[in-house]
Every structure is written in structure tokens, then in C-alpha cells.
């Protein structure tokens, strides 16, 4: 029988950067590599205690830091390790985080990086659709020059067609982009199955 901890337990995954000063868990799969990259699959340090305890996650390392109750003193987890293995996701949510991941974070008509919005190629306003082959990322200055325009009559080419990625494809691409904190403890975890230099 669950209990209702049991029930109310939670993977969602820290993205507020002010959270990861305090102590997260990395959360890895049972084959010990990262739920995912981007965002990586950090836990804040209560649910990875909370883990521990229904005996869900396996810890593999610890900080220095102790949290108290009346009767236990527990170390902090760092990493942990899922029991039991989560099977990756095979269809790509259409979102516009998962569509500047796919674009490199950069816009597809003069690869600027920063001041990015998205464009429809084939504008809504000629019959274009909101999918992962009619939209790009764009900065603000090519998205204005484009307007509704064709992408002959506003002069623009395209660096890469737009397509809908594998979900492998954007995890991988995920780890071009570290988050600005990496505790020491995770490195050994994050790019284990990169090749090694000789």
C-alpha cells in the first residue's frame, strides 16, 4: 500500500539558477547517466532526501553537509541513483526551449546569438503552420526584416532547414550547454560516455 509521500512524490527538475546554490542532487538513471542535459536533472536536496527515504534513489555521493531531524542526521546527497529505470522520452515536446535548443540558440538567418524570438518560414499569413518544419529561431532584427514576407522577397536564406529532432539528438546537444554550476561530484557522471583522449 502507498503512502500519501508515496504518491505526492515529484520529478520535476530544478531551473531556477538561484536554486542550485543550495545543495542539489544530480538524478541519474539506472544506467547512471543523466535523466537529462537541458535542463539537467537536478533535484533540490529535500526531494533527493525524500527519495532516499521511500527508497527510490540509491546515493552515489554526498556533500559535506548534514540536515538534522530529532532522531536522524542524514549527509546531503549529490548524486543518486534511480532504482528502477525510466525509459526516455521518444517524442519531442514542440516548445520554444526544446526549438532554440535544436537552432544552437542561435538565429537561423545570420546565426546571431542572444535577442532571440521565433519566425514562421512560410508565414501564417500565406498559410504557414506553427510546426517544428515551418519555425526557426530568429533574432529580433532578421524576424522584423522578414515581417510576412517569403524568404525571397525579404532576401534571407536559411543556415539549416527546420526539422522535427529526436529526442536522443536534443538530448545530446543539451551537453553543449553546462549549467553555470557543476558540483565536483557530478563530473565523473556527466560526460562518462565521451570518448577519451589518449
Not at 548534514?66 to 528502477?84: A, E, M, W, Y
Not at 518560414?121 to 515551418?134: D, H, L, M
Request: proline letters at 7%.
Amino acid at each position: 500500500m502507498q503512502t500519501s509521500d508515496e504518491n505526492d512524490f515529484k520529478t520535476s527538475f530544478v531551473r531556477a539558477p538561484g536554486a542550485l546554490k543550495h545543495n542539489p542532487a544530480l538524478v541519474l538513471n539506472a544506467d547512471y547517466r543523466p535523466l537529462s542535459y537541458l535542463p539537467l536533472s537536478l533535484w533540490p536536496w529535500q526531494e533527493a532526501v525524500k527519495a532516499v527515504y521511500l527508497d527510490r534513489v540509491q546515493i552515489v555521493a554526498e556533500y559535506d553537509d548534514f540536515v538534522h531531524s530529532p532522531s536522524t542526521v542524514i549527509r546531503i546527497p549529490s548524486v543518486v541513483v534511480l532504482r528502477d529505470y525510466v525509459k526516455p522520452q521518444k517524442r519531442v515536446a514542440f516548445t520554444r526551449f526544446n526549438l532554440f535548443l535544436r537552432d544552437h540558440f542561435s538565429c537561423q538567418y545570420c546565426g546571431a546569438k542572444g535577442d532571440l524570438t521565433f519566425d514562421h518560414v512560410v508565414p501564417r499569413a500565406s498559410g504557414g503552420i506553427t510546426s517544428w518544419e515551418n519555425v526557426v529561431a530568429a533574432c529580433s532584427r532578421c524576424n522584423l526584416r522578414k515581417g510576412s514576407k517569403s524568404l525571397r522577397q525579404s532576401g534571407l536564406s536559411l543556415r539549416r532547414a527546420p526539422r522535427q529532432p529526436e529526442a536522443a539528438e536534443l538530448h545530446n546537444q543539451g551537453r553543449r550547454f553546462p549549467p553555470n554550476y557543476l558540483h565536483e561530484s557530478w563530473m565523473d557522471f556527466l560526460y562518462w560516455d565521451s570518448e577519451l583522449e589518449a
